[in-house]
Structure formats: structure tokens, C-alpha cells
């Protein structure tokens, strides 16, 4: 059975996530990329919030029976096959799932002029998940 405040403790913390990170974003290019706390900072901040919405969605599929989940790429497929998440918001969550695996694995190979485009451009399609997320409340 799905549980209402699993679900609540996480998206809770994923606007915390999202607001540091938001905040992140009000520096130019050139102070973001000089200032590693800057960049740090975002680099994990937003690794959290991707790890938030895996461990959500995981939630979701193993507490409803939806079968087992091998990668974590399948979480948003299975979603949007059960009607939880639009074909879109699968999409762009799957490419969430990516960025996350390049911040953990990928750590040297980071391409800090892309965080900072997260910052500016990737947070509504974190804020479009939370809400799909939030529906199970």
C-alpha cells in the first residue's frame, strides 16, 4: 500500500532541493563556473532531487505491485504506462535519470555551463514531476 507521508517526507524534500538550487541560478555564468561551492553545490543539490523523485516513483511501483524495477529508467516508463506521468514528463524524466548517473559516475566529466542551464531552464520539469508525484497524496 502506498504511503501517503513516504511520499509527503520526500517531496517536501525535494522543494528544499529545488530551492537551493533556484537560488544557485541567481549568479551570472562567470560566478557560477568561478566559485566551486557554487557549482558544487548545485552539482548535489540537483542529484538530490533527481535521487527524490527515483526514490518516489520506486515507491509508487513497489507498493501499488507494478512489477519489479531493474534500472531506473524504467521508474518513469512504468509510471507513464500506468497513466501517472504524461509521455512528455517520461521523456524528460528519463533524461533526468541521465544527468543524475553523470553527476554520480560521471563526476570528472561534468559540464558545468550545462548545470547551469539546469538551473535556469530544468527545474519547471522538476516542479511538472513533483506535481504528477503529489497526485498520490
Known sequence: MVNP??????????????????????YSL???????????????FLQL????????GNHLIAESGWG??????EIPAILAQRGCVTPELRDKWIRMIGF????VHDYLDVDR??????????LADLEALRVALAAFL
Not at 100 to 103: F, G, K, S
Open 5 to 26: 507521508e513516504v511520499i509527503r517526507r520526500r517531496l517536501s524534500q525535494l522543494d528544499e532541493y529545488v530551492s537551493i538550487v533556484r537560488r544557485l541560478g541567481a
Open 30 to 44: 562567470q560566478e557560477f563556473l568561478d566559485d566551486p561551492e557554487h557549482y558544487g553545490s548545485a552539482e548535489r
Open 49 to 56: 532531487a533527481i535521487e527524490t523523485t527515483i526514490d518516489v
Open 68 to 73: 519489479p524495477v531493474d534500472r531506473y529508467a
Open 100 to 103: 543524475r548517473n553523470i553527476l
Open 113 to 122: 555551463t550545462q548545470v547551469f542551464r539546469i538551473l535556469h531552464d530544468g
